[in-house]
């Protein structure tokens, strides 16, 4: 087996980029089907935060995220879309204290330096 540090994290971020590459739709597009089958499957906050960067990568914004929230809840229902609203929530914020913790890491080092 390779040596790798996130064997899981990077075969999931293939399959999104092949699942991309072999489909007709724009990448945007793409990503905002994938968010709505997240919201149907009921998908964990995890899974918007594997999607959440490729997401970004190709303009979806966070209103984007809010208009496939509102066109799938009358076929989801309302528990699918407030448990999602929740995840997604949850992935932005670990997100943000992630990027939170690798900027001051990165001070921290140049102060050291």
Known sequence: MP????PVLDTLAE???AS?????LEAREHMLVRIAALVAVNAPA????????TAADVGVTLDDVQDVLVAV?????T?????????????????????EA????E???EDAG
């Open 3 to 6: 040596e790798d540090d996130s």
């Open 15 to 17: 399959m999104t980029a």
């Open 20 to 24: 991309i590459e072999h489909s007709d």
């Open 46 to 53: 995890v899974s918007y935060l594997l999607n959440a960067g």
């Open 73 to 77: 809840a009358p076929i989801v229902g």
């Open 79 to 99: 528990a699918r879309v407030a448990r999602a609203s929740g995840n997604i929530a949850k992935a932005l914020g670990f997100a943000i204290a992630v990027a």
């Open 102 to 105: 690798e900027l001051e890491a």
């Open 107 to 109: 001070l921290a080092e």
